[in-house]
């Protein structure tokens, strides 16, 4: 009896903590955010921070930008379940920085403004490609946003005690999700609305500073209870999975053995190959990483925020795996799976057992659970910011400044536009994150990426590199990548046709690969090879001054 009346008084004080520090958490950048507003009185101020970042700073950004709630929720989540096959994806995120750095961060930001389009446009016809571009940069968000409000829903279920059969005022399990994906959509149409880049740049390096500290500390506690013994570690993490020592093996996830089908197994392998191009490729074409190379005033600034950037996230990806192992070695597979199919959840759970360890009893670990999930939901937040900010700098200054204006939109109208652009992306991606509920967050960003190598890098890699390359090339190269990333995920078990699917009740699947990476992206080159070499234009003289901008930074805004 004693002990039930304890898990209770557990279970509120961890509730009335996280709701407490969640609530703390949205004044602080809220403030921030009305604060940021009062220096927000350009279209630059708006969009690149009046390029006033230091390296150190916009390294944080990016880390915040990019260690999202796929990072610390999906990420642990796929080890726990999966072990080593999971941390293919940590693996991956990481690698996919160098490419960003060698390739992308220093020539986008000599040679662009705002938005990626503005590297694409410079030596190309402005509409055709800009319309292109700003279709691509929300098509990518939105997939990303996805991601974001899928693990806040899991989350906030876990912080209030909601499982399946319970309620919280009087809302059953599934209405409180959805409540929950509704209030962080709101939220983060309040920071880019009212505090463009510079609110959701400092908001990003807080949620950075906190996400790190977070995941040291638990790190640290989950090293400790084994007394920094990996061995035992990786031992119990396999016993308690349930899956014995196949889970430190690859094979569980990706590279599926089939006995007697050798078509699936082909396929399992291939579904490993493409998933591993996508997150290396993808990093470099995301919209809401490349416009964060125009908050600095340098390019040498751009290239040392990258570095820092690598440095943070480096340590990141490297804590997930104790994160994920020793979520399996003491939540368990199947205490994991019971709160969240997905995984999602294992993180906090695992916060949760620690807590009762180290600091006693269900309290200590009601309140490690809520300071890590107040944490996590600082991530979700500063993200969908970043993205939202993305997607709507895009359909203000590409599509409605450059297309619909023909340039000749004063600043202030641009900036009303890309505010309510953010109002109606904010809007679809509430409503697409209430069906994306079953997957995976870490699984749901792979997709994104897929998409942002499939469509925009093909075409920022032959603007930056390639001469002949012109605007038919460019418009081929991001509608083709696009279109086929987004046409292969649709017909694949992730969206039917599988008991994890978006609509597990219908299936018409007929491409068996999970992620497209693999088919899409090349064709993304192809198209934009095959347009290119299929029209006369070209601009040589354009390209020589790109060419010099990019490399030297001269004329750059």
Sequence with gaps: MNAVLAAEAGGTTARNLTITLFLIFVAVTLAITIWASRQTKTATDFYAGGRSFSGFQNGMAIGGDYMSAASFLGIAGIIALYGYDGFLYSIGFLVAWLVALLLVAELLRNSGRYTMADVL??????????????????????????AQMVGAGALVALLLG?????????????????????????????????????????????????????????????LAKYRFNLSSLLGDAASASGKGAAFLEPGLRYGVETPGDALKTFYSKMDLLSLGIALVLGTAGLPHILIRFYTVPTAKAARKSVLWAIGIIGTFYLLTL?????????????????QDKAGNTAAPQLAEALGRDFFGGSLGGATLLAIIAAVAFATILAVVAGLTLASSSSLAHDFYANVI?????????????????????????????????????????????????SGNLPAILYSLFWRRFNTSGAVWAIYGGLLAAVVLVFFSPVVS????????????????LSNPGLISIPFGFLCGWLGTVLSKEQDEEKYAELEVRALTGAGAH
């Design 121 to 146: 446009a410079f030596r190309m016809r402005q509409r055709p490609v800009r319309t292109a571009a700003a279709v691509s940069t929300i098509t990518v968000s939105i997939f990303y946003l996805l």
């Design 162 to 222: 909601i499982k399946p059969g319970t309620t919280f005022l009087g809302m059953d399990a599934g209405t409180a999700k959805v409540a929950t994906i509704v209030m962080v959509g709101a939220l983060m149409i309040i920071y880019v609305t009212v505090g463009g880049m510079k609110g959701t740049t400092y908001v990003q390096i807080v949620k950075a500073f906190l996400l790190m500290t977070g995941a040291i500390v638990m790190t640290l506690l989950v």
């Design 405 to 453: 204006k023909n340039g000749q939109a004063s600043e202030r109208q641009e900036v009303s536009v890309a505010r309510i652009s953010a109002l109606v992306i904010g809007a679809i991606a509430i409503a697409l994150s209430i069906y994306a509920q079953s997957l995976n967050v870490a699984f749901l960003v792979a997709l994104a990426f897929a998409v942002a190598a």
């Design 322 to 338: 104790a994160l994920g192992f020793g979520a399996a070695a003491l939540v368990g597979g199947q205490a994991i799976t019971a």
């Design 497 to 512: 046709g599988a008991p994890t699917a978006m609509f597990p009740k219908h299936d018409w699947h007929w491409f068996p």
